[in-house]
């Protein structure tokens, strides 16, 4: 499909699923960033990992075309050291320079990686704050939404990086939440072309009930690392939203239990876990917990609301999850509804 067909394509979707009803009042003292407009110039960053081919960024400037926007790369896209897409230095100024600029609407990442974390005590924060607008991305951008959400007090995108596949799916999610403000609810694709097909649509239900708070969470793996560090949010009465990939289960019971001993888990009003891809065993199951084990040992206990198999994550399709609006999830419908708008 040519760069124009897509644009129709992509026209001609409708919203996935708009909650109806009466929004909650704003979040407190959250500052919510303009929508997004076609024509919108729009900055292209690499925080972390590089990207080294040509042909692909070819790619990730047609998908953001194909949105309707228009993409400014950062000075330093195309950098790469060692394992990073540039210096720590370098990789910051990108950053920096996107929110400075008044032209720039919005800011995706390319790709994740690792290295987000290592550029944070680099950040201009009073700029970021003068200038808010949409950060959108996963992964490692996990540790630049939650330091957001720390210093900057305004609504980021957990949702896919420039150089996902942007299916129907994926882009119903990011256009109502970015351009149309809505206030969906997330459910779960049934029977889609997934490679989890058999799975997708299934969710494990740990403790039903409905719970309402703000939105906050990411990759659990970024998450845990940045325990102890000033880079994280107030998580009392939070919906925590976690995923993760390539992480046997022991390990995600280390980081959740990392989580239980540093405070974090008791303060939640409730917790949806996504997608773990490639979260199988390391060797034989028999004799081993398996990831849905971990997850029941760690959540039941908490007494509230707690679902597993939320549309987000290393994933085809994913939600767009706004950190810090107000959000209602239902633990036995599998279901998040926001119930306030994350753009203004």
């Known amino acids: 499909m040519n760069r124009r067909d897509w644009v129709a394509a992509l026209g001609s979707l409708t919203l996935a699923a708009r909650a109806p009803g009466v929004l ?16 919108d110039t729009v900055g292209l960053i690499e925080p972390a990992g590089f990207t080294d081919d040509a042909f692909d960024l070819d790619l990730v400037k047609d998908t953001i075309l194909a949105m309707g926007l228009t993409p400014r790369l950062a000075p330093h896209l195309v ?3 060692g394992y990073l897409a540039g210096k720590d230095a370098d990789r910051a ?20 990686g690792w290295g987000c974390a290592r550029i944070l005590p680099l950040l201009d924060f009073a700029t ?22 720390a210093k900057a007090g305004f609504t980021t995108i957990h949702g896919p990086n420039a150089s996902s596949s942007w299916g129907s799916y994926s882009w119903d999610a990011f256009r109502a939440v970015a351009f149309d403000a809505a206030t969906p609810t997330f459910v779960n694709p049934q029977g889609h072309e997934d490679r989890l097909a058999q799975r997708v649509g299934r969710v494990r239900t740990f403790r039903p009930g409905v719970a309402r708070g703000r939105l906050l969470g990411g990759n659990l793996t970024v998450l845990a690392a940045l325990m ?20 046997a289960p ?12 540093a405070g974090v888990l008791g303060k939640l009003a409730g917790v949806v876990f996504g997608q773990c891809t490639d979260c199988g065993a390391a060797g034989p199951s028999y004799g081993g917990f398996t990831l849905s084990e971990v997850l029941q040992q760690h959540l039941e206990p908490l007494g509230i609301p707690a679902f597993q198999g939320g549309q987000f994550g290393h994933v085809a399709n994913q939600y767009s999850l706004p ?16 119930l306030e708008p994350a753009v203004s």
């Not at 100024?93 to 994740?112: I, K, L, Y």
């Not at 704050?129 to 939404?145: E, Q």
């Not at 810090?324 to 509804?337: H, L, N, P």
């Open 24 to 39: 909650a009042a704003p979040s407190h003292n959250l500052v919510k960033p303009p929508r997004l407009r076609a024509g």
């Open 79 to 81: 950098d790469r050291y």
């Open 93 to 112: 100024a990108d950053v920096n320079a996107m929110f400075a600029d008044p032209q720039v609407r919005a800011v995706f990442a390319v790709r994740g």
């Open 128 to 149: 970021i704050r003068r200038n808010p607008k949409l950060l959108i991305g996963f992964s490692d951008i996990t540790a630049l939404h939650l330091a957001f959400a």
């Open 228 to 247: 102890g560090t000033p880079w994280l949010p107030d998580f009392s009465g939070a919906i925590l939203f976690i995923e993760d990939i390539g992480e």
């Open 250 to 261: 022991y390990r995600i019971d280390r980081m959740l239990t990392q989580l239980k001993l």
């Open 323 to 338: 950190l810090g609006v107000q959000a209602e999830m239902d633990a036995s419908a599998g279901t998040i509804r926001l």
